[in-house]
């Protein structure tokens, strides 16, 4: 059974739309304050289209061009949600692309590395930036 595009999605659901796992999206809303999913009883998340939006352009700001957090960060204080939001549209081409057409990428250095082996490195990055944020915030309590 699909669902209709404007119905409310599980961090499960939104976590294999954009082939992020589950910890990082919880992660992307201590950082990003706009990103706010429908929480019901018991705190299971449900996301709306404009937060699943947001993710994804967030999503393509980190991985796509590059932008750290507070890069991230910054422009949604100084161009605002709409600015991200427009990048949801960028994400689901390059997103696409990337899964189908993508067989190599060719770093600098001469290295060869194929898409699924980028995407795992970019699975394990994303690990070390929640545990270094974890580690973060046990060092000041």
């Known amino acids: 059974m699909n669902k209709s595009n404007q119905a409310f999605r599980t961090i499960s659901e939104v976590s294999n739309e954009l082939e992020v796992p589950a910890h990082v999206l919880r992660f992307w809303e201590t950082k990003f304050p706009q990103i706010k999913p429908m929480k019901r009883g018991g705190g299971r998340r449900y996301y709306r289209p404009e937060d699943i939006s947001l993710l994804k352009g967030v999503q393509s700001m980190l991985h796509v061009d590059g932008y750290s957090i507070k890069g991230v960060q910054k422009a949604l204080r100084e161009h605002g949600v709409k600015a991200v939001l427009d990048r949801d549209e960028n994400v689901s081409v390059t997103t696409t692309i990337a899964?189908?057409?993508i067989t190599a990428i060719e770093p600098s250095g001469g290295v060869t590395i194929s898409a699924a082996?980028?995407?795992?490195?970019q699975a394990v990055l994303d690990s070390l930036i929640v545990l270094r944020a974890e580690l973060a915030g046990a060092e000041s309590s």
Do not use: D, G, T
């Not at 082996?117 to 490195?121: I, S, V, Y």
């Open 99 to 101: 899964a189908a057409e």
């Open 117 to 121: 082996e980028r995407q795992k490195l």
